[in-house]
């Protein structure tokens, strides 16, 4: 039987980026769904999930994940051919594409950025190897390359000692125990305000949406659980994060497996999700909370879906008040439920779920639960 189609594990940065183009949900339409399909994989969904989470064909998603694999970042955006032969040797090209992504003071030259006249002067007098090109052409060089021209961002690698032995349990439970686990985390702050969208409109007259400057509604945060085996997604709106909204979270979660079999719930290293009382409520129910590491959230399977939740209930829209926001969240949530899953598929689950319950004696392997201590 062949391996599942799955994204090899992703860097701490690869993760930070797709997750901000999946959660800003600004960039192209192509990269957009690209990104969503590689941190769904990298989350532990299955191919048929992610192709229902994008409206994709299931090919589409094995053909992106297969690309990430080869080519890394490089993969979400479509390359066209054509134009004129290249001038440069492939080397030359190499060269010229790191030369620009070296700051230059560590090449001797006295500015902190190349500008494309500054990197086209400096690459004809480099000592033993003149390379000329114009402006446009070395403009359309690093476009090919993969290089623009971009804002400094700050960036932080996981400091987190346990960094492989928490990917490595994640990834293990998700593909033993599928039906078996869960995800959560919080989505926010939500705030009452018009937020920018996008949508259908005549040529030259977009959707407006008025400006507001004083705003006291405050902010609440969705606190969203998300079954892998069901691919359901549920949630409440909070006022804040706290010990017993996780507390609330992790019950229901709890009840939506009530054998008693041992369930794992995959969540971040908030303080909010790690309080010994949290913990010791753990130990007793056969809950196993699989923390991701540090600055590692993409790591959790509910992060992918929490994209399209924001682009079509958050943006392009003007919410009274939370009352109406929450109702709006629960409606796309109820839509989502329904719409995006096979109900054979579903029947099928619940058919082996029940056949396992009536099983005398099952016992549901993997480590023991973590200690409450």
């Known amino acids: 039987m062949a391996e599942p189609v799955k994204v090899r594990r992703l860097t701490e940065d690869e993760g930070r980026r797709l997750q901000r183009i999946v959660r800003r949900g600004t960039t192209s339409a192509v990269r957009f769904r690209r990104a969503m399909i590689v941190l769904a994989s990298a989350g532990g969904n299955t191919v048929p999930v992610i ?11 094995r053909d992106v994940v297969h690309r990430f694999n080869e080519t890394g970042m490089a993969s979400l955006d479509p390359r066209w051919a054509g134009g004129r032969p290249r ?61 623009t021209f971009q804002r400094t961002k700050t960036w932080k690698d996981s400091n987190d000692p346990d960094f492989d032995a928490k990917l490595d349990r994640i990834e293990h439970v998700l593909e033993r125990f599928p039906d078996r686990v869960f995800a959560f985390d919080e989505f926010g702050p939500l705030g009452i305000r018009p937020t920018p969208g996008s949508g259908w409109a005549p040529a030259g007259h977009p959707d407006r949406l008025p400006a507001t400057y004083r705003r006291t509604h405050g902010i609440t945060y969705f606190h969203g659980c998300y079954s892998v085996g069901d691919d359901t997604l549920w949630g409440v709106n909070r006022r804040r994060k706290g010990i017993d909204h996780t507390w609330a979270a992790l019950r229901s979660i709890r009840k939506a497996r009530p054998d008693g079999a041992p369930i794992y719930v995959i969540l971040d290293n908030l303080s909010a999700h790690k309080n010994w009382r949290i913990r010791n409520w753990a130990s ?16 959790n399977p509910i992060e992918a879906h929490f994209g399209p939740l924001r682009q079509f209930t958050i943006a392009n829209s003007h919410h009274a008040n939370h009352t109406v926001q929450t109702r709006a969240l629960h409606a796309y949530l109820r839509w989502r439920n329904t719409h995006t899953r096979d109900p054979e598929l579903l029947e099928a689950q619940r058919r082996e779920r029940a056949r396992v319950r009536s099983e005398k004696g099952v016992r549901y392997g993997g480590r023991p639960l973590l200690n409450a201590a």
């Open 87 to 147: 001038r440069l040797e492939p080397d030359d090209e190499e060269f010229v594409a790191q030369t620009a992504a070296t700051r230059p003071t560590t090449l001797g030259q006295p500015f902190t950025r190349w500008s494309i006249r500054k990197l086209a002067a400096y690459l004809r007098t480099v000592h033993g190897r003149v390379i000329r090109l114009g402006r446009e052409a070395l403009r359309t060089l690093l476009a090919r390359r993969g290089i």
């Open 51 to 61: 192709a229902r989470l994008v409206q994709a064909d299931e090919d589409t998603v």
């Open 284 to 299: 007793r129910n056969r809950v196993e909370l699989c923390f991701t590491p540090t600055y590692t959230s993409w790591a």
